[in-house]
T-cell receptor, first 110, second 113 residues
Framework: DAGITQSPRHKVTETGTPVTLRCHQT?????MYWYRQDPGHGLRLIHY???????DKGEVSDGYSVSRSKTEDFLLTLESATSSQTSVYFC?????????FGSGTRLTVV | KNQVEQSPQSLIILEGKNCTLQ??????????LRWYKQDTGRGPVSLTI?????NTKSNGRYTATLDADTKQSSLHITASQLSDSASYIC????????????FGAGTTVTVRA
């Protein structure tokens, strides 16, 4: 996972509270992604970015927003966390040769 | 509907034995297929990538095959080791969308001594 750092690694939050997850990369890759991983499902795309301030929705974007003010940082925000958003969240970058994933953030909404 | 289906969902093998994982996909038009290994608590790490014209790709004890006509791929693990215990994920991208992936749910492999 060299070059991609996700923070925090673990978080427990209460229903209805806002939560922001951070992804930081040092490789200067243009494309960045947020995925969620749940048992029995493949990784599902939440949002992705193709440049600073350029973002687009993925297949499971409801309840999530993102921002990318710098090439190296991609933030995922849950405006009002719900129990259905309990999951493991992965950030990834695409270099053209392949994908690199972060180590994940385990989020529990109680 | 998921465009990438993997089987089995999980399997247990003894150390030193071989195993084969399957991946069927419906992504079309097809660009490439990747196999990733995901250790517990970690992000996926790429094992192999194959394009339309490639039938086989090896990475050490891992050998992936691709039949683009039947839209099937397999990952063969030879002489399994305890460190092979992980989830193996098949990932497919379509032409013109190489930056957007379709993921299988993965096969969890447990290697026992």
């Amino acid at each position: 996972d060299a070059g991609i750092t996700q923070s925090p690694r673990h978080k427990v939050t209460e229903t209805g509270t806002p939560v922001t997850l951070r992804c930081h990369q040092t490789e200067n890759h243009r494309y960045m992604y947020w995925y969620r991983q749940d048992p029995g499902h493949g990784l599902r795309l939440i949002h992705y970015s193709y440049g600073v301030k350029d973002t687009d929705k993925g297949e499971v974007s409801d309840g999530y927003s993102v921002s990318r003010s710098k090439t190296e940082d991609f933030l995922l925000t849950l405006e009002s966390a719900t129990s259905s958003q309990t999951s493991v969240y992965f950030c990834a970058t695409w270099s053209g040769d392949g994908y690199t994933f972060g180590s994940g953030t385990r989020l529990t909404v109680v | 509907k998921n465009q990438v289906e993997q089987s089995p969902q999980s399997l247990i093998i003894l150390e030193g034995k071989n195993c084969t994982l399957q991946c069927n996909y419906t992504v079309s038009p097809f660009s490439n297929l990747r196999w990733y290994k995901q250790d517990t608590g970690r992000g996926p790490v790429s094992l192999t990538i194959m394009t339309f014209s490639e039938n086989t790709k090896s990475n050490g004890r891992y050998t992936a095959t691709l039949d683009a006509d039947t839209k099937q791929s397999s990952l063969h693990i030879t002489a399994s080791q305890l460190s092979d215990s992980a989830s193996y994920i098949c990932v497919v991208s379509g032409q013109g969308n190489d930056y957007k992936l379709s993921f299988g749910a993965g096969t969890t492999v447990t290697v026992r001594a």
